[in-house]
């Protein structure tokens, strides 16, 4: 843009104070629209998590819990991101559907901590001290 801008004031043939007045009027009203647009794609994201049924709706408060699973590791005592790559991606993409249905993929992948105990149907075998003894021999 400013490139363009540029060749613009060149054959308009405008002096560097005048065209630098126009960039800093410009420059804060396209900051606003460019804001304005990126909340107003985050709350169709957020409206369009809402209507999903696989991961909106009632299942909506499990849905962001589970997800929420996935990203515990990226983040310190406080709840904020401690790698600066994955706060980016949050701010921007956070409430992108595809970005919450990876998550929560992963986050129910993660599950629970379980003992191997919990997993096994075997017969429980208790071992006495000199079941312990005979197996060192």
């Known amino acids: 843009m400013v490139k363009g801008f540029s060749e613009v004031a060149k054959e308009l043939n ?7 007045a126009v960039i800093d009027k410009v420059t804060p009203i396209l900051a606003q629209k460019q804001a304005d ?10 409206e369009k998590v809402k209507a999903d049924p696989v991961i909106g709706g009632d299942h909506l408060k499990a849905t962001i819990a589970t997800a929420q699973k996935a990203l515990k590791d990226f983040r310190g005592a406080d709840g ?8 980016e ?11 919450i249905k990876i998550l929560r993929h992963f986050g129910s992948v993660i599950g ?3 003992s ?3 997993k ?7 071992y006495t001290a000199a079941d312990f003894y005979k197996a060192k021999e």
Do not use: C, Y
């Not at 647009?37 to 957020?46: H, L, P, S, V």
């Not at 904020?80 to 706060?87: H, I, R, T």
């Open 116 to 118: 191997p105990a919990a």
């Open 14 to 20: 405008l002096p560097q104070d005048k065209a630098q």
């Open 120 to 126: 096994s149907n075997a017969v429980k075998q208790i």
């Open 37 to 46: 647009q990126i909340a107003q794609t985050n709350k169709a994201w957020q």
């Open 112 to 114: 629970e901590d379980r």
């Open 80 to 87: 904020k991101f401690v790698d600066g790559d994955v706060a």
């Open 89 to 99: 991606l949050a701010a921007i993409a956070g409430n992108h559907p595809g970005l």
